[in-house]
């Protein structure tokens, strides 16, 4: 079965930066573009960016051009955000999600159908 | 970018109760809408997918529709499983947005 597996709970002083990895197994990692999202205690779903898992080709949310960075290792099937200059806004769980496109002869969907299990980044002095 | 918005923002119901939720989106979407239950301490998960085709093992009692700028989820019958935090998602074009999210309590 398709899993994304996360990396554990990370501590950080602001202005550090932080990496988190997403392990996928059950698929053909190269098939698939990853995502990641973030959200905040108590808040919404957030989109950082996404990257074509075969190609590395990625794409960022506006807000977070410049500091995050998305990387993959094929070899391990394990996809990496790193999120740099961190301040206590940062606090948050952050996702790997893997994308789906189904197309038909009216158009293309896209939809997350598999989700990692969430990464707590706690930014404090 | 796109904007979504659902209301209400939370709801408080009772198990057997028919509930709706609705998301309108900032401009037309035609169908590429997603509807997602997350619970406490877990990854949301997908219920429904093309605003209305229905995620494989998702009960049917979750239903969704509307095309366009309107869209709205169902559950018809609510479960005590089904109280949880339902988001709207749209990937109709880059950067993909989500609603704010719609809280389901027990009466």
């Known amino acids: 079965q398709v899993q994304l597996v996360q990396s554990g709970a990370e501590v950080k002083k602001p202005g550090a930066s932080v990496k988190v990895s997403c392990k996928a197994s059950?698929?053909?990692?190269?098939?698939?573009?990853i995502h990641w999202v973030r959200q905040a205690t108590g808040q919404g779903l957030e989109w950082m960016g996404w990257?074509?898992?075969?190609?590395?080709?990625?794409g960022y949310a506006q807000k977070f051009q410049g500091r995050v960075t998305l990387t993959r290792n094929t070899s391990i099937s394990t996809a990496y955000m790193e999120l740099s200059s961190l301040t206590s806004e940062d606090t948050a769980v952050y996702y790997c999600?893997?994308?789906?496109?189904?197309?038909?002869?009216?158009?293309?969907?896209?939809?997350?159908?598999?989700w990692g299990q969430g990464t707590l980044v706690t930014v404090s002095s | 970018a796109i904007q979504l918005t659902q209301s209400p923002s939370s709801l408080s119901a009772s198990v057997g109760d028919r509930v709706t939720i609705t998301c309108r989106a900032s401009?037309?979407?035609?169908?590429?809408l997603a509807w997602y239950q997350q619970k406490p301490g877990k990854p949301p998960k997908l219920l429904i997918y093309?605003?209305?085709s229905l995620e494989s093992g998702v009960p049917s009692r979750f239903s969704g529709s509307g095309s366009g700028t309107d869209f709205s989820l169902t559950i018809s019958s609510l479960q005590p499983e089904d109280f949880a935090t339902y988001y709207c998602?749209?990937?109709?074009?880059?950067?993909?947005?989500f609603g704010q999210g719609t809280r389901l309590e027990i009466k």
């Open positions: 999600a893997r994308l789906l496109v189904y197309c038909n002869n009216k158009g293309c969907l896209k939809y997350f159908t598999h």
């Open positions: 059950g698929y053909t990692f190269t098939n698939f573009d």
């Open positions: 990257m074509n898992a075969n190609s590395g080709n990625t």
């Open positions: 401009q037309g979407i035609s169908s590429t």
């Open positions: 093309g605003a209305s």
């Open positions: 998602q749209q990937f109709n074009s880059y950067p993909p947005s």
